[in-house]
Structure formats: C-alpha cells, structure tokens
C-alpha cells in the first residue's frame, strides 16, 4: 500500500519525473508530489554507513562501493537513479544519513534550526527537491495553519530587545539572522507528513515566486533511527 499525501487544494500529486519539474505552481499549490512505492531494503544502506558524527553525506562512488544484498541493491539503484535525474535538472542533490541535526540554543525564545517550521530562500529562482527513503519523514504545514513568528507581539518584543539599534535596521537584522523564515503552528494546526519514497518540490521564496513558500520542518527522529534523505 502506498502512503499517499492527503488531497489539499496545497499538494499536487504526479505520476513521473517530468511532471513533477514543469507543472508550475499556482494559486494555493506549493507543493507537488510525485508518488512512489519503492522496491529494495534501504535500511541495509544506512547500516553500512558510519556515522561518526551526527550527518554523513554519502557519494555516489560510496554507494556503489557498499556490500549489499539483492534488495539493497535495488534501494541502490533508485538512489542512483535519482540522483542522476536531480542532476540532470540542473539540481545538485546530497544523500544524508541522518542521526540528529544540531539544535540551535542561542535563542532560546527563538529557535532557528531545522526543526522549526521554515520556508526555503533563494536570491534566483529554485525549487526544493526531497525525498526520505527510510525513518521518520518531513512534514509541511498549510500556509494558512502557520504564522510568521516575527509577527508574533511577545516574540517581535524579545527579538527587539535583542537587537537594540534603531528602527530603521530592524527588518534587515531579522532577514540577515534568518529570523523571518520561521513560522508557528497555529493551534489546530494539522502538520501534513510527506511519507517514505515519494519525491517532492516545494515553492521556494524567491524574487520571481508566484505562490507562497512551503512551510516545512525536518521531524524528530523515531527512538534515534538515523534517517535516509535526499535534498537539494
């Protein structure tokens, strides 16, 4: 059975590769989902990795080098194959085994990690492309489910605080530190998980963008199962 995304006026499912580039993003719609049920066993890769830190990027001439049995090595052919169509594109894809990513403890009213809900920004334009192949999955959040936290009366009070120049620099130190891109859920939000296999875009803030960004966040890890990710 596939775990497909669920039907929203944000998410638009396809069936290839060449949809899921040239379907252009419109009104509600940040978000396009080619969907997949994958063949192979692709926590036999992640156990082959040593993870000496906490992320470990894993190369094509590494993949190809891992010991694997049959159903490892159709996971690593569809790394591989995917791989090569995001480079094809014009994309430039990490493989990353996962442990944790750092948290960001500097603020602690305003946390500015990956763990957060955050939009993607680009000076030209760019999509973001990402797919999880084994553990826990990202999530998206409907645009309208979140709020920009520097809006937020208590938070843009402390952020003040912390900045302590004049007015007119305010906006600019909240862009420079990335403060801007980070959003909260509202109550009854309903966070969208984005499932295993499935290869995703999503709308990216940039000068040409003719929709809103995709809110997104990288997700707890399940009882430290690392994570088999691929981004760009």
């Keep these: 059975m596939i775990d497909l995304p669920p039907a929203t006026n944000q998410i638009h499912r396809v069936t290839n590769f060449q949809d899921l580039i040239s379907t252009p993003f419109q009104g509600e719609m940040n978000a396009i989902c080619w969907t997949r049920q994958l063949k192979g066993d692709f926590s036999e890769i992640v156990n082959q990795v ?9 190369d094509e001439e590494e993949l190809r080098e891992l ?56 000076p030209i334009p760019t999509d973001t492309f990402l797919c999880t192949y084994y553990g826990a999955p990202s999530d998206i959040l409907p645009n309208a489910q979140g709020r920009q936290k520097v809006g937020i009366p208590e938070i ?4 003040k605080k912390l900045y302590g120049g004049v007015d007119d ?21 309903k966070p969208i998980s984005l499932g295993i296999g499935h290869l995703w875009r999503l709308a990216v803030d940039h000068p040409e963008s003719q929709v809103p960004p995709c809110l997104h966040r990288a997700p707890k890890e399940k009882n430290g199962q690392p994570r088999l990710l691929m981004i760009c």
């Design 50 to 58: 040593e993870l000496k830190e906490n992320i470990a990027t894993l």
């Design 67 to 122: 010991p694997l049995s049959e159903q490892g090595q159709l996971a690593r052919e569809i790394l591989l194959d995917d791989l090569k169509i995001l480079k094809d594109h014009g994309a430039a894809p990490t493989l990353n085994v996962i442990k944790y990513y750092d948290r960001d403890d500097a603020f602690p009213f305003f946390p500015t990690d990956v763990y957060s809900f955050h939009v993607d920004r680009s």
């Design 156 to 159: 843009r009070a402390e952020l």
């Design 169 to 189: 620099g305010f906006e600019a130190f909240l862009s420079e530190y990335f403060f801007d891109l980070h959003y909260q859920a509202l109550p009854q939000a």
